[in-house]
């Protein structure tokens, strides 16, 4: 942005992809951001959290602010072949085990992970052979997470630093879960639109982009911020009910066509060339 400045280049245009991170962590880091946006002539705010962030706590002009969800390649989290289902079950040795609970995080302390793991040692006592994944599992609340695992049996969890096939591995999962501990540290949550696509009844707290989209008993399960007794009830109401899952499925396939990839791109396209 300095050097587009110094350049002339009269459009410079910025994508914000952190929410509250700064305002909570890192205060000391917000100047760096006010300066960046001062550089700007456009901000692409990727969900009406961030937007209310810029104007809100960091000044910006809502006119420079312009809302651009994420995209998403909808069909290929739907359409997954058989035949990757069940070669990515050998891959991670999940050939057994029911239910298998989902999480898709970094370890970091605001993902929330801290309270999904109590949740899912409860459900042990219920589902004695449930299965917990954890995905991109590193990051710096990584001895903490180890810390609670270590209340797992081995056999119970998996962890997976890196999967590259995503529309695959949200196949694995019969409920996913994400539960980031406030409603403004995510700045989106892809994950969010991913599970929904995929066809996965989900448990979320309402934070970034779900604020705008998810609806407690329509298209996901809605619990409370830090609450590990509200994640298992949630957990246990989908196992045990049919019907909600299913409809849970089917309104939250249709309620993240918005993010299609084909709207995502068209808004940047306008936007650039005005």
Request: charged share 25%.
């Amino acid at each position: 942005m300095i050097a587009a400045r110094l350049a002339g280049v009269k459009k410079r245009i910025y994508s914000r992809h952190h929410g509250s991170y700064h305002l909570e962590y890192f205060p000391s880091a917000i100047k760096y951001d006010r300066f960046i946006n001062t550089l700007s002539t456009d901000i692409v705010a990727i969900s009406e959290n961030v937007k209310d962030i810029l104007i809100d706590y960091e000044n910006v002009a809502p006119e420079k602010i312009h809302l651009i969800h994420h995209g998403f390649d909808l069909e290929g989290f739907r359409e997954v072949s058989a035949e990757k289902i069940i070669g990515m079950k050998k891959k991670y040795n999940l050939d057994s085990g029911y239910p298998v609970i989902g999480v898709i995080s970094r370890y970091i302390e605001w993902k929330g992970i801290q309270y999904i793991i109590p949740a899912f040692i409860k459900l042990l006592k219920t589902y004695p052979q449930a299965h917990l994944i954890l995905a991109n599992a590193k990051g710096d609340y990584e001895k903490e997470i180890k810390g609670l695992l270590k209340q797992i049996p081995e056999h119970n969890y998996t962890e997976i630093t890196f999967e590259e096939d995503l529309f695959t591995l949200y196949k694995l999962f019969d409920i996913f879960v994400h539960t980031p501990i406030n409603k403004n540290i995510e700045a989106f949550g892809q994950t969010y639109v991913e599970a929904l696509a995929s066809g996965v009844p989900a448990v979320f707290t309402l934070s970034g982009v779900a604020k705008e989209f998810i609806e407690n008993r329509r298209n996901a399960l809605v619990v409370g911020f830090k609450n590990f007794d509200e994640i298992y009830d949630a957990i246990t109401e989908l196992l045990g009910d049919e019907s909600l899952r299913n409809e849970l499925i089917r309104n939250g396939q249709k309620s993240v066509e918005p993010f299609a990839l084909r709207i995502f791109i068209k808004k940047l396209e306008e936007l650039y060339s005005t």
